[in-house]
């Protein structure tokens, strides 16, 4: 089944803490991207990356960091947890060749607690 | 920069017609994607609108207006299941990134 898994689902954790959560597609997509979810702001798009070894900042990139050695994986790194970083995380995945419609494939989501 | 107007919540009855708008100011985007999402969940696909119009799949329908700005997602005979948040989306960027509205609640009631 074509998916895009994220883990874990559910993490709280303490201020400073290093953390990382893990993205995978099985898609063969070059692209993913990681978005966070807040009440009455929406997804905003924290990192993206067009292929393996080549990352960008989205719009909200501070207090994060990803890495992109395979194709598959694009795990999300947050050295130093702060609570503002409390939210839903979800991973993305696409093939801009697919029907022409650039549609994203979303993964389950990770919700985050930083105390 | 882009800005994306939804409303936040909106409530309908089974069975009946609803349309949810979505206003944006933007100097350019490829297009127009509408999402669906429960609670807690991913959210999913619904459609993409690249040119001015009316695209119809099933009991959803998008139509968009690049000169006004405007867009609205269209939901018919109405079902409880149908109460989600819907996402307006901007495609831009080169097709990097998606620039998502705040998202519109729907809670359909019998």
């Known amino acids: 089944e074509a998916q895009v898994t994220q883990n874990p689902r559910y993490l709280i954790t303490v201020t400073g803490k290093k953390l990382t959560v893990t993205c995978s597609q099985n898609?063969?997509?070059?692209?993913m991207s990681w978005y966070r979810q807040d009440p009455g702001l929406g997804l905003r798009q924290i990192y993206y990356?067009?292929?393996?070894?080549?990352?960008d900042k989205g719009d909200v990139p501070e207090g994060y960091k990803v890495s992109r050695k395979e194709k598959r994986n694009f795990p999300l790194i947050l050295e130093s947890p702060s609570p503002n970083q409390t939210s839903l995380y979800f991973c993305?995945?696409?093939?801009?060749?697919?029907?022409?419609?650039?549609?994203?494939?979303f993964g389950p989501g990770t919700r985050l607690t930083v105390l | 920069g882009q800005n994306i107007d939804q409303p936040t919540e909106m409530t309908a009855t089974e069975g009946a017609i609803v349309q949810i708008n979505c206003t944006y100011q933007?100097?350019?985007?490829?297009?127009l994607f509408w999402y669906q999402q429960h609670a807690g969940e991913a959210p999913t696909f619904l459609s993409y609108?690249?040119?001015?119009g009316l695209e119809e799949k099933g009991r959803f329908s998008s139509f968009l207006s690049r000169s006004k700005g405007y867009s609205y997602l269209l939901l018919k005979e109405l079902q409880m299941k149908d109460s989600a948040s819907y996402l307006c989306?901007?495609?831009?960027?080169?097709?990097?990134?998606?620039?998502f509205g705040a998202g519109t609640r729907l809670a359909v009631h019998p």
């Open positions: 993305a995945s696409k093939d801009p060749r697919d029907r022409g419609y650039n549609e994203q494939f």
């Open positions: 898609m063969n997509h070059e692209y």
């Open positions: 990356s067009m292929n393996v070894e080549v990352t």
């Open positions: 933007t100097s350019g985007f490829n297009g």
């Open positions: 609108n690249v040119l001015d």
């Open positions: 989306a901007l495609n831009s960027g080169g097709y990097n990134k998606l620039i």
